[in-house]
């Protein structure tokens, strides 16, 4: 199959495209930052190609959507792209500036929106097309959530009434709500640090969802750490 991934270039985005390609898949991997891109492609290997782009401009969702449409045409897209708070307030809804909210739910939930309207004519076209939004425990609890938490919860929304609303037209739609994680940017103190979750975690999980029957859709999924989230 081929698989688009928004957001792919690090964290669990980068982790997902490694279980694809590991499984024979074709992956397009999307990133803002074209040196980590670049980067991210050539640890992939083959399978793998790779497009600059930011997905909250509505000039790089429409290139991208062309591109797809001319060399890549996807039987799967992955929304993994995200943007969060500023540590200091991360768990306030009160101290931060309205303009952080705005940006958050522009970059978390617009972008989204507006990639999916212009991919949507050419899923319709493929055979048991499957698309899969990258959530938060975030968006199911209802505590230290912030602004982020907002946004997720908005996300949430949106992918119950897109599965909703593309089911009749074979279009599966899966939300995954990860929770505590080790990426990049929350590393492991110790190889024997397990307080949170590895990002091969998700690999594992989506790779799992492209090889189903095409009747079968994982709704959502929540994952989170054995021992809880820390927040």
């Not at 992956?27 to 399978?47: F, P, Y």
């Not at 698309?131 to 975030?138: A, D, L, P, R």
């Not at 602004?147 to 739609?173: F, M, P, Q």
């Not at 979750?197 to 989170?224: K, N, T």
């Amino acid at each position: 199959m081929r698989i688009l991934i928004v957001g792919g270039s690090r964290g669990i985005g980068k982790a997902i495209a490694a279980e694809l390609v590991k499984s024979g898949h074709s992956v397009l991997v999307t990133g803002r930052n074209k040196e980590t891109l670049e980067r991210t492609g050539q640890e992939l290997g083959a399978g793998v190609q790779t497009f600059a782009m930011d997905v909250t401009k509505e000039a790089d969702a429409k290139a991208l959507a062309a591109y797809v449409e001319k060399d890549f045409p996807v039987d799967g897209v992955v929304l993994s792209a995200a943007q969060f708070p500023k540590p200091e307030t991360k768990t306030s809804v009160t101290a931060p500036e309205a303009e952080e909210l705005s940006s958050i739910l522009d970059a978390n939930v617009t972008a989204n929106y507006r990639l999916i309207r212009l991919l949507l004519p050419q899923l319709k076209a493929r055979k048991d097309p499957r698309v899969v939004i990258i959530g938060s425990t975030s968006g199911i609890r209802q505590d230290k959530g912030g602004v982020y938490g907002i946004s997720k919860w908005a996300l949430a929304s949106y992918a119950y009434n897109l599965r909703d609303e593309l089911k009749g037209l074979g279009i599966g739609v899966s939300l995954i709500n990860p929770g505590g994680t080790f990426t990049e940017t929350r590393v492991k103190h110790g190889e024997e640090d397990r307080s949170l979750l590895e990002s091969s975690d998700f690999g594992i999980l989506v790779d799992a969802l492209f090889r189903m029957s095409p009747q079968a859709v994982l709704e959502r999924v929540d994952m989170r750490p054995l021992a809880g989230d820390t927040y």
